[in-house]
């Protein structure tokens, strides 16, 4: 999929999503020493809401990415600040044409 360059314009902030790798016998993660930098858009929020396990969360923002990148709630990102939040849900939106972005929200538990 192309990036249209109107698209482009709208996201001028670059996430690194790295995926988990691994997760020991009492739950500690790994993951990839590599990582795929990805333009986005990130819009800070601050708004309580509640995670997929139903639990209340601070949502401290949410980051826009223009299709479809490799990510799951088990990925880390790190933000253009050098912060890793915690991943609390992942949509995808399609339009006319099919998926048109991917919106992932961060915070803290």
């Known amino acids: 999929m192309t990036i249209e360059a ?6 001028p902030s670059t996430v690194t999503i790295y995926p988990q790798s691994a997760r020991s ?4 993660q790994t993951w990839s ?3 795929t930098s990805v333009r986005c858009r990130i819009q800070q929020t601050g708004i309580v809401s509640h995670d997929q396990n139903g639990r209340q969360v601070i949502e401290d923002g949410k980051i826009i990415f223009y299709g479809t990148p490799t990510i799951s709630l088990n ?6 600040d050098g912060t890793t939040p915690v991943l609390l849900t992942i949509n995808v939106h ?3 044409d099919g998926t048109n972005h991917t919106s992932v929200s961060y915070g803290r538990a």
Not at 6 to 11: A, G, N, S
Not at 25 to 28: D, E, I, L, N
Not at 75 to 80: C, D, F, V
């Open 33 to 35: 020493a590599t990582g």
């Open 94 to 96: 399609n339009d006319e």
């Open 6 to 11: 109107v698209f482009l314009d709208l996201m």
């Open 25 to 28: 016998a009492y739950g500690q």
């Open 75 to 80: 990925s880390k990102i790190t933000l253009p």
